[in-house]
């Protein structure tokens, strides 16, 4: 079982940064490759980014590359998203999710595979 948590979320401007962070409960973080989804109002939830559970895989739609680096801290249980050169079009809610691998190198871009959910951080991009 995996309790997933996000924060980081808020309201700033095209251009800057922000930082989500997604706090793990449990011990299994560590065997878990963790994604970051986001839905905005009216439209489907997509994928963001993922990262193997050895941090040495990762994952980005093209809509972030190069923009916003996911990385995690598996001595504290936590996976994080840094999100530089924001755009309005960012604005969304953010998910963290996890699911179990056995390999070090797997990543995800599909929901279904993930099994474990957080409850999402907003994140607002104004022009």
């Known amino acids: 079982q995996v309790q997933l948590v996000e924060s980081g979320g808020g309201s700033v401007q095209a251009g800057d940064s922000l930082r989500l962070s997604c706090a793990a409960s449990g011990h299994a973080f560590s065997s878990c490759t963790m994604g970051w989804f986001r839905q905005a109002p009216g439209k489907d939830r997509n994928f963001v980014a993922a990262i193997s559970w050895s941090g040495g895989s990762t994952a980005y739609a093209d809509s972030v590359k190069g923009r916003f680096t996911i990385s995690r801290d598996n001595a504290k249980n936590t996976v994080y998203l840094q999100m530089n050169s924001l755009k309005p079009e960012d604005t969304a809610a953010y998910y963290c999710?996890?699911?179990?691998?056995?390999?070090?190198?797997?990543?995800?871009?599909?929901?279904?595979?993930?099994?474990?959910w957080g409850q999402g951080t907003q994140v607002t991009v104004s022009s």
């Open positions: 999710a996890a699911r179990y691998s056995y390999t070090g190198t797997y990543v995800s871009s599909l929901q279904h595979e993930y099994r474990y």
